[in-house]
């Protein structure tokens, strides 16, 4: 399975100029764990995760009214293609000790690929062989027979 066919279309962004109060808001209103960055042009300036916030503001006692998404995000983002496998992106997440990763086509952001989504995937793909392996066999189909 490739990434496009298990990430989350629906990407929700923020601009540098936000407030991490505001940031945080539109994070908790969907329930979500990080917002990605970007410029007015639409080009990718960062990510704001919820580990940003806790570093950035809460432990140095800053307020969040009072910091911009700028000045706490995560400058360098790495990006996959909506062609990668999912084992792919799961070996760059290992590797570069990250849970999100913003999904590009054509120089256009079109979707986040998470470590949920990932575990998610793995979880109905599970749940579907489970079914297979325990549902009666139909006969003369598949080569679950002796000599079949």
Same mark, same amino acid.
């Given at each position: !399975?490739?990434?496009?066919?298990a990430m989350s279309k629906n990407?929700?962004?923020?601009?540098?100029?936000?407030?991490? !109060?505001?940031?945080?808001?539109?994070?908790?209103?969907?329930?979500?764990?990080?917002?990605?960055?970007?410029?007015?042009?639409?080009?990718?300036?960062?990510?704001?995760?919820?580990?940003?916030?806790?570093?950035?503001?809460?432990?140095?006692?800053?307020?969040?009214?009072?910091?911009?998404?700028?000045?706490?995000?995560?400058?360098?983002?790495?990006?996959?293609?909506?062609?990668?496998?999912?084992?792919?992106?799961?070996?760059v997440m290992t590797k570069h000790?990250?849970?999100?990763?913003?999904?590009?086509?054509?120089?256009?952001?079109?979707?986040?690929?998470?470590?949920?989504?990932?575990?998610?995937?793995?979880?109905?793909?599970?749940?579907?062989?489970?079914?297979?392996?325990?549902?009666?066999?139909?006969?003369?189909?598949?080569?679950?027979?002796?000599?079949?």
């Amino acid at each position: !399975m490739i990434v496009k066919e298990a990430m989350s279309k629906n990407v929700r962004t923020t601009r540098p100029d936000t407030t991490v !109060m505001e940031a945080a808001q539109e994070m908790n209103k969907y329930r979500i764990g990080s917002l990605i960055v970007v410029s007015g042009k639409g080009k990718i300036e960062g990510i704001l995760t919820e580990r940003d916030i806790l570093k950035g503001v809460t432990a140095e006692g800053k307020s969040a009214a009072d910091v911009k998404v700028e000045n706490v995000m995560t400058k360098k983002v790495i990006v996959v293609s909506s062609d990668l496998s999912l084992e792919e992106a799961a070996d760059v997440m290992t590797k570069h000790k990250i849970k999100k990763l913003p999904v590009m086509e054509q120089g256009r952001l079109v979707g986040i690929i998470t470590s949920t989504d990932l575990i998610s995937y793995e979880k109905n793909l599970i749940e579907k062989i489970a079914i297979l392996l325990t549902s009666e066999q139909q006969p003369g189909i598949g080569g679950g027979g002796i000599g079949g």
